[in-house]
């Protein structure tokens, strides 16, 4: 009981400073010195747990404001810095609750099974091909046996694409807009397809059994 109540006030805590010191933190970014680069990683960490301003736009910002590596760095940091936060969280502050809950819903048991056979490339797919969305990652991987080490690992290679272009996409968006948008529209273009294509095979794949 002590455990999730703790859980539960750090994740208030969390939410509250983001929402509360949104424009506060913007500013704090846009200045680009040593303290942004830490206000940086804390507002993408707490983005992971509730989205303040969307993931793409923040780090945009951060490419534009610190330049293609800089903001790799900060951005990545940051997400995994709130997403391995989540995962503890889910792991050791709601198991229990949660885990009682999962009885009433087979396919996710189900989908706690593959993840258990296959948790490297389960996760990394889910990284990469969005399939199911991040938070729901976090939590189901945090419920599940999954390593710790395994779930960082993979989250972080999955991340990587996505943030790369982002952060150039941001940083090239002073100097060409229209390039900006295409290049990440492109990108969102690509998963889509690849994430139809996925699904397609999973629906002819049940069909025919």
Known sequence: MFKRILSISILLMVIAVGFLQKDELLTLIMERGILSIFISMLFVAICVFFPVIPFPVLAGV????????????????GAMAGTMCFFLLSRYGFRDYAQSKLLNYPKLQQY????????????LTCRLI??????????????SKVNWLTFFTSSTLGKIPNIL?????????????????????????VIFIIYFFVIYRKMAKESVD
């Open 112 to 123: 706690e099974e593959f993840l258990n056979r296959n948790s490297f490339f389960a996760i």
């Open 165 to 189: 272009i982002l952060s150039y996409a941001g940083a090239s968006f002073s100097s060409n807009k229209l390039f900006s948008f295409g290049l990440y529209g492109g990108y969102i273009l």
């Open 62 to 77: 951060i490419g534009g404001g610190f330049g293609t590596t800089q903001g790799v760095i900060i951005s990545l940091t």
């Open 130 to 143: 969005p399939i199911i969305p991040a938070p729901g990652v976090n939590i189901i991987c945090g419920l």
